[in-house]
């Protein structure tokens, strides 16, 4: 039960910060569509470590499935 709710909760916030991010991004470029090319740089940097919370919920996940049984 505790996997499923730290996954769950991990991918949760991720997504949603991608998805802000990702938001937030795309209406500055609609501001001020020349320096997009710098918003997409800092936005995939970005996007790069919100993806890594995400894969640390997953490592937290298969360690209290396999070290804590």
Partial sequence: LGA?????LGALGSAL???NAAAHAFEAGARQPE???K????????I???ES???YALVVALLL????N
Avoid: H, N, P, S
């Fill in 4 to 8: 499923g709710i730290a996954i769950g």
């Fill in 17 to 19: 910060a991608m998805g």
């Fill in 35 to 37: 320096i997009f090319g």
């Fill in 39 to 46: 918003i997409q740089t800092l936005l995939l940097i970005a």
């Fill in 48 to 50: 790069a470590f919100i």
């Fill in 53 to 55: 919370v995400c894969i």
């Fill in 65 to 68: 499935i396999f070290v804590v």
